[in-house]
């Protein structure tokens, strides 16, 4: 191969034999069941071939160029049209052979595609029986040119391939050989091999992923852990003193915690409970078991509002002082509830029953301290020299526990809330801090099972699935755009009986290239036309942090009546006086996206409504989102939006050091289980993998976690 050849391949990321290998396929062409253009539906997701009848390029009203061309295959023709790029005028001639890929539309009332994915097409692919890869490329590199390149590395050295998996696995788990997979994903000799191509592919990446899942783990629990008992007396007394009964998610889960912290293992856990399931007041208690014995404890959030919002709630909970302390910070009734257990007034001024108060207060309010970017450097250090010398036994704050000098005397329990929007670095700097901590990690994403078996399988899991008796669904309705003065009329209303409500919009700011609405320009022409005669605010994430905690605590404090915002308040402060949620652009979200904002309502006691506007009234779109109206469990819409969506909606960021999956589906729940189970059944046996024949699929699991070359170099 020449030095051209190398540096065109280098652009593509293809350097080694093994970055060719592993470069599958984006999609594949079978020539001999193509679908004629006189078949073509709205809404097909297809591809086409035929011959280019006629090309003209034309300005649109906009200034901006317009190829209109005409393809035709004998059965019918089909107008193309390609935006901003007049260069193809020269490329598509009359009479030249095409693939068109794309999504078929409909303008003026016929069939068109626009942009589609183009290729031209030689006399060998139109007369070869067989299935054609298409790669990932960029636009001035030749797919028939990178194709032929492809298939002659693949045929030339996918059989020279080792596979790395022992004989049994492949028998137990029936997958096909490494080699014969390599090549029958880039040059398939049928649809049935290429599934079983991609089926063993998709395993390996599963399979190496638990491997180094299960590895974590194990390292983990070697370690030991301090050791925290309290005897059934004083945790009933403890929970007696809450002024609700837990309910049955929340005693399964203490139990979970309780027998962690008496283990002698590092507990590991991940608790994920719907918004509103009393995660907080678990952690709570387990808090408290921890400075019963005198140690420390830490919680992380990941914004300022958040932690805040964390710190009241656990002053109430821990230190049975709550109205007192509350009253002297300045924080309004509306936040004096807890996470989806809310006092009422009354009950939170009462005076305690003798039979609450067997037991005293885990806490005195001034053992704990909130820390955050604002908090005044003089509190810092005062907080700093608290941790260090032990007088401050709870922490509650935001990223900056760990940016900062902040040095523990004795932090034996680490909690993070909201864990999906800290890093793997993150947490293992905050427990960093202490001596092989405990660490509790919660969530209020549900997880699909299937994600949780995967990404999260270093950690010990356990579900709260159950809501606290009282607390009402809100009731979810999906409107078209030309109903939307329905839902202003609602607001209106709302805001009319001393009310709140949340706008929320997909973007910043308005695109070209975006149709969508945007929460800089609706805003102001909601407060100019819409809402005059309200307060109506506007939040996004290119505020400054300090700038975003104010808008939040004008709106906590119900100064400002709507909030307009982008998804900035997914996860925020309790509002409990808002009762409606608007959701505009609502197909450009994610079923679990949309649950988490409609949690952001329906946390007080008047009943509240989720109202769900699209961008356009697409029948297929609204679909989907009837399913919010049909149900407020979020584990049910994490399993659909993991189908329809993929794991991205819920990670966010890369959460581990592992590759991205290219080939596994994780809703693909079957596979998943028996990847697992070979993973576990050989760890279970090998944990170090140290025996010779294991050494190649060793290799293998440390490149797959960006630790090594891998067996194919």
């Not at 593509?12 to 253009?37: A, E, H, V």
């Not at 409970?273 to 408290?288: E, F, N, P, R, Y």
């Not at 589906?665 to 090998?686: G, M």
């Amino acid at each position: 191969m020449g030095r051209n050849h190398a540096r065109t391949l280098g652009r593509l990321g293809l350097n080694t034999i093994r970055d060719m290998l592993y470069y599958f396929p984006r999609r594949y062409d079978d020539y001999s069941r193509m679908k004629s253009i006189n078949r073509l539906n709205y809404g097909d997701q297809v591809t086409v071939i035929g011959t280019v009848q006629s090309c003209k390029l034309r300005p649109t009203k906009s200034g901006k160029s317009l190829v209109e061309v005409i393809v035709g295959d004998g059965s019918a023709a089909i107008r193309v049209n390609w935006f901003n790029n007049p260069h193809m005028v020269k490329r598509l001639r009359e009479g030249v052979q095409v693939s068109l890929s794309g999504k078929v539309e409909q303008y003026l009332g016929r069939l068109v595609f626009n942009n589609p994915n183009l290729e031209f097409l030689e006399q060998q692919q139109l007369s070869a029986n067989r299935i054609w890869p298409n790669y990932p490329s960029k636009t001035d590199i030749s797919q028939k040119w990178l194709r032929k390149l492809m298939e002659d590395a693949i045929l030339a050295w996918a059989p020279r391939v080792r596979d790395p998996l022992p004989e049994s696995i492949l028998q137990q788990a029936n997958l096909m050989d490494l080699p014969a997979a390599l090549q029958q994903v880039h040059v398939p000799d049928s649809w049935e091999d290429l599934k079983a191509a991609q089926h063993r592919l998709a395993f390996d990446e599963i399979f190496y992923l638990q491997l180094g899942v299960l590895g974590q783990k194990r390292t983990w629990q070697e370690r030991q852990g301090r050791i925290f008992t309290v005897e059934d007396e004083w945790l009933d007394g403890q929970v007696e003193r809450l002024p609700y009964t837990l309910t049955g998610a929340q005693q399964r889960t203490l139990k979970d915690l309780r027998h962690d912290l008496a283990s002698g293992r590092p507990m590991n856990r991940l608790i994920q409970g719907d918004v509103g399931s009393g995660k907080t007041v678990v952690a709570a208690l387990g808090i408290a078991i921890i400075v019963q014995h005198g140690a420390q404890a830490a919680l992380m959030a990941p914004t300022s509002i958040l932690a805040e919002q964390h710190y009241m709630n656990l002053l109430k909970l821990l230190c049975g002082q709550a109205q007192t302390v509350l009253q002297s910070v300045d924080v309004p009734s509306a936040l004096q509830q807890g996470e989806g257990q809310e006092l009422t007034r009354q009950e939170s001024e009462s005076p305690l029953t003798e039979q609450q108060s067997i037991q005293p207060p885990p806490l005195q309010s001034e053992q704990v301290r909130l820390m955050v970017g604002a908090t005044p450097e003089a509190e810092k250090q005062e907080i700093r020299a608290g941790l260090a010398d032990g007088s401050i036994k709870l922490v509650v704050g935001t990223h900056a526990l760990i940016e900062e000098p902040v040095i523990f005397k004795d932090l034996q329990l680490a909690i993070v809330d909201e864990q999906h929007r800290f890093g793997v670095e993150q947490r293992a700097a905050l427990r960093s801090k202490g001596d092989n901590p405990h660490l509790l990690v919660m969530t209020a994403t549900p997880i699909p099972r299937s994600l949780a078996l995967t990404v999260y399988g270093d950690l010990d899991l356990t579900v709260m699935d159950e809501m606290p008796p009282g607390r009402e669904a809100v009731d979810t309705y999906v409107l078209l755009p030309r109903e939307r003065e329905r839902a202003y009329t609602h607001i209106q209303s709302q805001v009319e009986q001393g009310r709140q409500a949340f706008i929320i919009y997909p973007l910043v700011e308005e695109s070209e290239n975006s149709e969508a609405k945007a929460a800089v320009e609706e805003h102001s022409l909601l407060q100019e036309t819409v809402f005059p005669h309200l307060r109506v605010g506007l939040l996004h994430g290119r505020l400054r942090p300090e700038e975003k905690d104010e808008v939040m605590r004008r709106f906590r404090d119900g100064e400002i009546q709507i909030l307009v915002s982008t998804t900035v308040i997914e996860v925020g402060v309790d509002v409990p006086n808002a009762s409606v949620m608007l959701v505009e652009g609502a197909n450009r979200f994610g079923l679990a996206q949309l649950h988490q904002l409609r949690g952001r309502v329906g946390r007080g006691v008047d009943k509240s409504t989720c109202i769900l506007i699209p961008d356009s009234p697409d029948s297929a779109e609204n679909e989907r989102l009837q399913v919010m109206t049909a149900t407020n469990d979020g584990f049910v819409l994490a399993e659909r939006d993991l189908e329809q969506r993929g794991p991205g909606e819920f990670l966010g960021t890369r959460q581990s050091g592992f590759a991205e999956l290219q080939m596994a589906n994780l809703s693909d729940v079957r596979l998943i289980e028996k990847a697992r189970s070979q993973a576990q059944t050989l760890f279970d046996q090998y944990p170090e993998l140290d025996k010779a024949e294991l050494q190649p699929l060793l290799a293998e699991v440390k490149h797959f976690w960006g630790e090594g070359q891998g067996d194919i170099s």
